[in-house]
Antibody
Framework: QVQLVESGGGVVQPGKSLRLSCVASGFTFSSYAMFWVRQAPDKGLEWVAV????????YYADSLEGRFSISRDNSKNTLFLQMNSLRTDDTAVYYCAREFAVTNDALDSWGQGTLVTVSS | DIQMTQSPSSLSASIGDRVTITCRAS??????LNWYQQSPGRAPKLLIY???SLQGGVPSRFSGSGSGTDFNLTISSLQPEDSATYYC?????????FGQGTKVEIK
């Protein structure tokens, strides 16, 4: 079955960097666009970034102001999120998610999330 | 960015009640609208895609409707396991956005 497992979260100081990973299994990873979505404590969902199946195109939420970078390694079935110049309002659970193949316009599989806490 | 506004922010209903959640887009988005359910401590789950199509494995008491700017998610007969937060999400624009969520509680 489809499985997405995030890792790399933790406590980091403001201004520092962190790299999240998401290992996929149970499907042909290289055939799907992949996403990052985050959720601040007791808040709603926020779409963060998307990368196409071949890694050639990426899009980001305006709120990130160019600080994050999404990438993938299809040979290792792994999605990444490089987060730089972290701020306290980046504190959230970060989910990786797979595009819904029927419409390419939804997210049909999600990981369990990894918590990033930005604090001094 | 396209803003998505859900109402109400929360509701409390009894088992067997019919429940409707509304989502309004700040501009027309055709039927590029999806609904997700998130139970406490869990990842979101896709319920409805393209406004009205039921995702596989989702109970038929869930339904979606609408197009343009106004959309509804309806639970025809509320069950205990439906206690969760529900989010709409638009995919009309390249930068997707979610509604702020509607928390459904059981009386």
């Amino acid at each position: 079955q489809v499985q997405l497992v995030e890792s790399g979260g933790g406590v980091v100081q403001p201004g520092k960097s962190l790299r999240l990973s998401c290992v996929a299994s149970g499907f042909t990873f290289s055939s799907y666009a992949m996403f990052w979505v985050r959720q601040a404590p007791d808040k709603g969902l926020e779409w963060v970034a998307v990368i196409t199946s071949d890694g050639s195109t990426t899009y980001y939420a305006d709120s990130l102001e160019g600080r994050f970078s999404i990438s993938r390694d299809n040979s290792k079935n792994t999605l990444f999120l490089q987060m730089n110049s972290l701020r306290t309002d980046d504190t959230a659970v970060y989910y990786c998610a797979r595009e819904f193949a029927v419409t390419n316009d939804a997210l049909d599989s999600w990981g369990q999330g990894t918590l990033v806490t930005v604090s001094s | 960015d396209i803003q998505m506004t859900q109402s109400p922010s929360s509701l409390s209903a009894s088992i067997g009640d019919r429940v409707t959640i509304t989502c309004r887009a700040s501009q027309r988005i055709s039927t590029y609208l999806n609904w997700y359910q998130q139970s406490p401590g869990r990842a979101p789950k896709l319920l409805i895609y393209t406004a009205s199509s039921l995702q596989g494995g989702v109970p038929s008491r869930f339904s979606g409707s609408g197009s343009g700017t106004d959309f509804n998610l309806t639970i025809s007969s509320l069950q205990p396991e439906d206690s969760a937060t529900y989010y709409c999400q638009q995919s009309f624009s390249t930068l997707w956005t979610f509604g702020q969520g509607t928390k459904v509680e059981i009386k």
